[in-house]
């Protein structure tokens, strides 16, 4: 079941292949997949994100403020039909602290609230709640599609404290072209086949075994964004460090 709204903080660490086989074993030493994971290639996402039409959502995150957002539509698998269930969010970032508000919409209704079209309220306060508040979000800003990034996710969930999880994202690439919910899957390459993107999330700490796991491991935080990664390449219009 997806939570409609948390509170966490996320640590991001860019990997090769050869350090995801380093520490996979010990992740499941204490972790089981998540409940979309049920293949060992992990699982499908898609992420659309909604910005000014002169970027200026992700030029102020780029610039590493004290406090950011984003907008995006979700899905987890391609949307054959505008009935099919998506995801509208906030991501929101206040200091280290990230925080998510979000609504499942049939892929039709979305795309309509995304252009200021309320949906119809439901017998559901946060539904209701949260609905306003993208809203205004959406009508202050002028928003519209700005780039599509899709990736494959292998995800797992801590057996004794299901607040940390653990991402490996890999296979990222972008479309500005077309960034539409019904186009196929794919576009330019965002990190090179050997990455992959690790995030641990978790509201307190991070396990200290995992930790000293990555401390050995010489794996260090970076603070990688998708989003933020792909504008920078998009503005200085050069496909140079994805060998294109």
Not at 14 to 38: G, H, M, V, W
Not at 116 to 134: A, C, T, W
Request: charged fraction near 25%.
């Amino acid at each position: 079941m997806f939570l409609t709204s948390f509170v966490r903080r996320e640590y991001k660490y860019l990997i090769n292949r050869s350090k995801y086989e380093t520490i996979l074993p010990y992740i499941q030493t204490f972790a089981r997949p998540d409940d979309y994971c049920t293949s060992s290639d992990g699982y499908f996402v898609a992420n659309i994100y909604y910005d000014t039409p002169g970027n200026n959502i992700i030029r102020h995150s780029v610039s590493d403020p004290y406090f950011k957002e984003k907008l995006r539509m979700r899905f987890y698998s391609q949307p054959k039909s505008i009935d099919d269930p998506v995801f509208v969010e906030m991501k929101k970032k206040l200091n280290g602290i990230v925080s998510k508000r979000r609504i499942t919409l049939p892929l039709g209704e979305a795309e309509s609230f995304l252009t200021g079209v309320m949906p119809k309220p439901r017998d559901d306060y946060l539904f209701n709640q949260i609905s306003k508040e993208l809203m205004q979000f959406i009508l202050v800003n002028d928003v519209r599609p700005s780039v599509r990034i899709d990736y494959k996710r292998i995800a797992f969930f801590s057996c004794d404290n299901p607040d940390v999880r653990i991402t490996f994202d890999y296979d990222i690439t972008s479309c500005r072209d077309d960034p539409s919910p019904v186009r196929e899957s794919g576009g330019i390459p965002l990190i090179s086949d050997d990455e992959m993107l690790m995030e641990i999330k978790f509201s307190n700490s991070v396990p200290i075994g995992l930790a000293r796991l990555l401390s050995e491991a010489h794996i260090y935080r970076n603070g990688y964004s998708k989003y933020g990664n792909e504008y920078k390449r998009f503005v200085s219009g050069s496909n140079e460090r994805y060998g294109l």
